[in-house]
């Protein structure tokens, strides 16, 4: 499915605006599915010597094949290290990793998240999956990207379970909880638009918009109050090169991006 007919689907878009974020030279906890997309198409641009860390121990691969997940052998090709689970989590601990990629079934204005339970917690509605090792991708990792879809059930005044935290009730709540100075939240993508957190409040604001998309839109989609930066920009659609990269060499049969 297109995106309002411009020739590249939300999904790529996605992976596109995530990719753009990982500088060269830095290190990423990886995620499956779009966080895989994202790193890869980062690695075959503008950040060849981006390291790639796999939470079951593949460290430094040169990705050439999408990974069906991060168990997939596919994640050690050429690495630097088949390590374990146990040594990549204490890397983002040691405070080694600079960006963690998160999804999150629900999120609140502080960038808390929850992928636990929807529903009180002894008798929810629905039980998730979990944490997994999002909490200490969340709790170590420099910076934090989430990628999720937006809509009112999901961009929440109080998330039902804080599975990972984010900025918790504000600023210096995380210092006060131990977690170490400067880490958190970073940005948080949406088939909507693009956010960051406003320093002085550390609350989710709106900083770009998808082609398309209003910000009344965005602010419909969201229980609590979106702050909204000074200037929203655009964000960029997807070139051709990277199009090319996503369908061709990333993602072909489109397991993630769909056709």
């Not at 590249?8 to 878009?13: H, I, N, S, V």
């Not at 977690?179 to 709106?206: C, H, M, N, W």
């Not at 990333?250 to 056709?259: F, R």
């Amino acid at each position: 499915m297109t995106d309002g007919g411009r020739g590249y689907t939300g999904a790529e878009l996605l992976a596109c605006v995530a990719a753009r974020m990982l500088e060269d030279g830095r290190s990423v906890f990886v995620g499956t599915g779009l966080p895989m997309v994202a790193s890869m198409l980062a690695q075959h641009t503008h950040a060849p010597n981006l390291l790639l860390i796999f939470e079951a121990g593949g460290v430094g691969p040169q990705m050439i094949a999408l990974p069906v997940s991060v168990g997939d052998s596919r994640t050690y090709h050429r690495g630097m290290a088949a390590s374990s689970m146990h040594d990549v989590m204490s890397a983002a601990q040691a405070g080694y990793v600079d960006y963690g990629f998160l999804g999150a079934a629900q999120i609140d204005a502080h960038g808390n998240i929850n992928t636990s339970v929807i529903g009180p917690h002894h008798a929810p509605r629905a039980r998730l999956p979990g944490s997994g090792g999002a909490n200490d991708l969340g709790s170590f990792c420099h910076r934090t990207i989430i990628v999720m879809r937006q809509d009112a059930a999901r961009f929440v005044n109080k998330v039902d379970f804080v599975t990972t935290p984010g900025y918790l009730d504000g600023p210096g709540a995380r210092e006060r909880a131990g977690l170490p100075a400067g880490s958190g939240p970073y940005r948080v993508i949406t088939q909507l638009g693009l956010y960051d957190f406003e320093e002085e409040t550390k609350r989710l604001r709106l900083i770009a918009l998808h082609p398309g998309v209003t910000a009344a839109e965005a602010q419909r989609n969201s229980q609590f109050e979106l702050l909204v930066a000074g200037h929203v920009s655009e964000t960029e659609p997807p070139t051709r090169e990277e199009l090319r990269i996503l369908r061709e060499v990333i993602d072909p049969t489109g397991s993630v991006l769909g056709k």
